[in-house]
């Protein structure tokens, strides 16, 4: 017997907080609006960023190019390598992303140039401040908009505070019971039995019960607010449901994190069937990437890339972390042979930074849940640690278009 991944109630408990949001047609629509310079601009200026985004207009216009190195050197690309996109995290906000802007344009000139990332991820928890406030906006209107990076990542953590209000018109919209414990001025915060953060086991991928209602709330509200279309996913049944969810809205799309341990072509396989389950009509899906687990090789990866190939979903790319943070994973974790392995085989590869490779002051997990006043406080601390890992991105990337890889940054690098 084979069983639905989400059952009657499931279906009906999603059915009814998408519709409490709007529906997938307003939902898309508010997105594509809030995607908009214009808008995001006029917002930020009432907000308060308007002078930050005006300089992070005029920083980008000195960023180094390049299609300079790609002249200087005489570089050609060869068809049957595959293409490298390149990817950093930890853009933890609108001054530490200012902060690093500050520093990738001041090597604009230099022999040491750095580029903008194609793909930007951040793991901050999605408060109302955050979300609300504009400081996720001028986020995403700096990497976005102005440098023309394609993909800007969000991390939705279930175990932040919100008002408990909100958990009593979750309760009657979706017809559920959730499990939460007062947190303080009338906030209330999901009971995480397997608590590894403040925030959560591992940036929330405790989502035990019904909880997969609050990721997805939480992911609805942040973009119908910000235009944030991009999250991470780190659950099974989160991705389950997100697959559903956004199955008939274009504009909302997700990245599985590493975390989910797809290390192996079995839970691959399992991932491709749960996106299968919910496929669009025109063989797309809300999954945009996949972040294979850091125990893969080079091997198990481009079995996964055949895989995924033969499967006939559409518009999905699987990314791989070239360094880790010291406190995510084995320490000397280094990938880089591994790429040169995807690529020289014809396949595409995402290569993700989540660090350069230096133990360096604030390249830890512990920075990515730190408070908003402590962030803000360690603001230039952290966009050092930003341009470094798109330093080392860059010159990574420089060496694989010696070898006649292609290689996508941001637009505001060309």
């Known amino acids: 017997m084979k069983y639905k991944l989400l059952s009657n109630c499931d279906l009906k408990a999603i059915d009814a907080l998408k519709e409490f949001h709007g529906g997938a047609a307003k939902i898309g629509s508010t997105i594509k609006e809030m995607r908009k310079f214009e808008t995001r601009k006029r917002i930020l200026a009432e907000k308060g960023f308007g002078d930050m985004i005006a300089d992070a207009e005029v920083l980008v216009k000195r960023f180094p190019k390049v299609t300079d190195f790609i002249q200087q050197n005489n570089i050609s690309f060869n068809d049957k390598l595959g293409v490298a996109t390149s990817q950093v995290s930890g853009w933890q ?22 580029y903008i990332p194609s793909e930007c991820i951040s793991v901050v928890a999605l408060t109302d401040n955050y979300i609300y406030n504009g400081d996720l906006m001028a986020t995403l209107a700096m990497t976005e908009n102005i440098m023309g990076a394609a993909k800007f990542c969000s991390t939705n953590l279930i175990g932040i505070p919100h008002p408990t209000s909100r958990f009593k018109e979750l309760e009657k919209v979706t017809g559920k019971t959730f499990e939460a414990d007062c947190a303080g001025e009338n906030c209330s915060a999901l009971i995480l039995k397997n608590q590894g953060t403040f925030f959560g086991n591992f940036g929330g991928i405790e989502v035990a019960n019904d909880n997969h209602l609050f990721y997805l709330d939480g992911i609805t509200r942040t973009a119908l607010s910000t235009g944030n279309d991009f999250f991470l996913n780190p659950s099974w049944s989160s991705i389950i449901a997100a697959c559903y969810y956004a199955r008939e809205i274009p504009e909302l799309t997700f990245k599985v994190s590493m975390l989910l341990a797809t290390q192996n072509l079995m839970q691959f396989r399992m991932l491709l069937n749960i996106i299968n389950e919910y496929i669009r009509d025109d063989g797309t899906t809300p999954i945009y990437e996949i972040n294979v687990g850091n125990g893969a090789t080079a091997e198990t990866f481009i079995k996964c890339a055949k ?86 991105a860059s010159q990574d990337g420089m060496d694989f278009m010696k070898k006649g890889i292609k290689v996508i940054f941001g637009e505001g690098s060309y």
């Open 93 to 114: 906000g609108a001054k530490v992303t200012h902060n690093a802007m500050q520093r990738i344009a001041a090597t604009a000139n230099t022999t040491n140039p750095c």
């Open 307 to 392: 895989a995924l190939d033969e499967s006939g979903i559409k518009g999905v790319s699987l990314s791989a972390h070239m360094y880790i943070n010291p406190d995510l994973g084995m320490a000397g974790f280094n990938w880089t042979p591994n790429a040169y392995k995807v690529l020289e085989n014809g396949t595409n590869l995402t290569y993700k930074y989540e660090s350069d490779g230096t133990a360096r002051d604030m390249d830890t997990m512990a920075a990515y849940f730190l408070s908003e006043e402590d962030r803000e406080l360690n603001a230039e601390k952290i966009g050092e640690v930003i341009y470094y890992k798109s330093l080392k």
